[in-house]
């Protein structure tokens, strides 16, 4: 794909025009607004509100007018500065995810001081507890019931209980590999990275589970055992938000 010399806007344009196809008729097909897309063939990307999400409706349109998706996001990332840069920095520079707290710095002298402190807590706790022992009565009733021994399966190994999380969210690689972020309800940054083809991440919270793809059409989600299938076309850029029991919030 000859890209020199050429914007993203006037490609685009050009190539909808070859094939016959009108600003609603690519808007009919890709689910993106009529103005968003002719702001894109103008080379305005700040309607789209962000260049992650800008990124995300050019490939869309790419993809649907048969031109290589990967050339334009290139060309794109070259006409704005992004070249390069991880998603999870744009994503960042675009309040999408919260940007990671730096810790205090903590002196010499109060790490030494808590040290010490802890260390004197540790003497002190045997001490207080072999007091408490000498004072037990002998009237106490000397009988004490015996604890439940932990329930077996039948070749011998122990069943562990462990609590399930209310809002549980699998993602699989189903078409390619799309990057993916998760926050849990507190608003911490849970997983950030890329999920192939193939793969499957778990995530589980007590509340709330906020879940950004960079690909949605290259990943389906099961959330809370249902099978949800893909959320977006493939290049999209999707916000999503899951609660116990309840349907994604966009």
Same mark, same amino acid.
């Given at each position: 794909m000859y890209l020199e010399n050429q914007t993203i806007g006037s490609v685009l344009c050009a190539a909808r025009k070859a094939a016959g196809y009108s600003i609603d008729d690519v808007s009919l097909q890709t689910r993106i607004r009529a103005g968003l897309i002719r702001d894109i063939e103008g080379n305005n990307f700040e309607t789209s509100g962000a260049n992650a999400y800008a990124r995300g409706h050019i490939r869309t349109i790419g993809k649907f007018l048969n031109l290589d998706t990967d050339a334009l996001v290139e060309l794109f990332a070259v006409s704005t500065g992004d070249f390069d840069r991880p998603m999870i920095d744009l994503l960042t520079d675009n309040n999408v995810v919260a940007p990671k707290r730096e810790l205090p710095k903590i002196s010499y002298k109060v790490m030494a001081s808590a040290a010490a402190a802890i260390v004197a807590l540790l003497i002190a706790v045997p001490t207080v507890g072999g007091m408490i022992s000498s004072n037990k009565t002998a009237s106490q009733n000397p009988s004490v019931p015996a604890q439940a021994a932990p329930s077996t399966t039948s070749n011998g190994a122990t069943v562990v209980a462990t609590k399930t999380s209310? $809002?549980?969210?699998? $993602?699989?690689?189903?078409?390619?590999?799309?990057?993916?972020?998760?926050?849990?309800s507190s608003g911490a940054q849970v997983f950030s990275g890329t999920i192939h083809q193939g793969e499957s991440k778990s995530f589980g919270d007590a509340t709330q589970l906020q879940v950004t793809l960079g690909n949605a059409? +290259?990943?389906?989600?099961n959330v809370n055992g249902r099978d949800i299938g893909t959320t977006g076309a +493939?290049?999209? $850029? $999707?916000?999503?938000?899951?609660e116990p029991d309840a349907a994604a919030k966009g």
């Amino acid at each position: 794909m000859y890209l020199e010399n050429q914007t993203i806007g006037s490609v685009l344009c050009a190539a909808r025009k070859a094939a016959g196809y009108s600003i609603d008729d690519v808007s009919l097909q890709t689910r993106i607004r009529a103005g968003l897309i002719r702001d894109i063939e103008g080379n305005n990307f700040e309607t789209s509100g962000a260049n992650a999400y800008a990124r995300g409706h050019i490939r869309t349109i790419g993809k649907f007018l048969n031109l290589d998706t990967d050339a334009l996001v290139e060309l794109f990332a070259v006409s704005t500065g992004d070249f390069d840069r991880p998603m999870i920095d744009l994503l960042t520079d675009n309040n999408v995810v919260a940007p990671k707290r730096e810790l205090p710095k903590i002196s010499y002298k109060v790490m030494a001081s808590a040290a010490a402190a802890i260390v004197a807590l540790l003497i002190a706790v045997p001490t207080v507890g072999g007091m408490i022992s000498s004072n037990k009565t002998a009237s106490q009733n000397p009988s004490v019931p015996a604890q439940a021994a932990p329930s077996t399966t039948s070749n011998g190994a122990t069943v562990v209980a462990t609590k399930t999380s209310d $809002v549980s969210v699998v $993602v699989t690689g189903t078409n390619g590999k799309s990057w993916i972020g998760i926050q849990d309800s507190s608003g911490a940054q849970v997983f950030s990275g890329t999920i192939h083809q193939g793969e499957s991440k778990s995530f589980g919270d007590a509340t709330q589970l906020q879940v950004t793809l960079g690909n949605a059409g +290259a990943v389906s989600l099961n959330v809370n055992g249902r099978d949800i299938g893909t959320t977006g076309a +493939a290049g999209e $850029v $999707v916000h999503l938000s899951f609660e116990p029991d309840a349907a994604a919030k966009g």
